[in-house]
T-cell receptor
Framework: GAGVSQSPSNKVTEKGKDVELRCDPI?????LYWYRQRLGQGLEFLIY????????KSGLPSDRFSAERTGESVSTLTIQRTQQEDSAVYLC?????????????FGPGTRLTVL | QQQVKQSPQSLIVQKGGISIINCAYE??????FPWYQQFPGKGPALLIA?????SEKKEGRFTISFNKSAKQFSLHIMDSQPGDSATYFC?????????????FGTGTRLTIIP
């Protein structure tokens, strides 16, 4: 089976515009995570979906950021009124359910550049 | 507040040498400590992971050493090869189901020279 896929791979936008990033997790994985990786830095947790539970939004940096997930499949991360500090690689990961310490499988990321 | 501190930021090691990357954490609730390897243009991939009930875990040339009392853990790469050149991230999480978001270190760019 395919791994985690993300689209687009690169996105250049102008300050103030909205952007939508897409993640397709591994089939059957119930957990889905979004992380942000700024240049030269580690990954920052943004949001976590687990099955039908309420998502953990504790990492979202502002109310301009939101994410949705359709059932246990595709997720979209939306950034409204983008700012230059939003420029980063946005990574999605998924993992299976049923045991602790589940490995998170990462997609290749979407590189967002806000001009 | 940076909960996982990683050092060094960059590391150059000769082929065949030992690469050592260190991490320290603050949250004593963390109980799962993975290391991820990331090549340019790719997402991170799990390399090796440890739980705090053991002090060392070895998989091939990769070893994690864990010191619970010092709240430190390290990655050792034996017989380092040019193909090991990548960025390495340590991470930590609370492994109980439903609360597994990872807290990452800032990364170490490892370069293996011939």
């Amino acid at each position: 089976g395919a791994g985690v896929s993300q689209s687009p791979s690169n996105k250049v936008t102008e300050k103030g515009k909205d952007v939508e990033l897409r993640c397709d997790p591994i089939s059957g994985h119930t957990a889905l995570y979004w992380y942000r990786q700024r240049l030269g830095q580690g990954l920052e947790f943004l949001i976590y979906f687990q099955g039908n539970s309420a998502p953990d939004k504790s990492g979202l940096p502002s109310d301009r950021f939101s994410a949705e997930r359709t059932g246990e499949s595709v997720s979209t991360l939306t950034i409204q009124r983008t700012q230059q500090e939003d420029s980063a690689v946005y990574l999605c990961a998924s993992s299976s359910q049923g045991q602790t310490y589940n490995e998170q499988f990462f997609g290749p990321g979407t590189r967002l550049t806000v001009l | 507040q940076q909960q996982v501190k990683q050092s060094p930021q960059s590391l150059i090691v000769q082929k065949g040498g030992i690469s050592i990357i260190n991490c320290a954490y603050e949250n004593t609730a963390f109980d799962y400590f993975p290391w991820y390897q990331q090549f340019p243009g790719k997402g991170p991939a799990l390399l090796i992971a440890i739980r705090p009930d053991v002090s060392e875990k070895k998989e091939g040339r990769f070893t994690i050493s864990f010191n619970k009392s010092a709240k430190q853990f390290s990655l050792h790469i034996m017989d380092s090869q040019p193909g090991d050149s990548a960025t390495y991230f340590c991470a930590a999480s609370i492994g109980n189901f439903g609360n597994e978001k990872l807290t990452f270190g800032t990364g170490t760019r490892l370069t293996i020279i011939p």
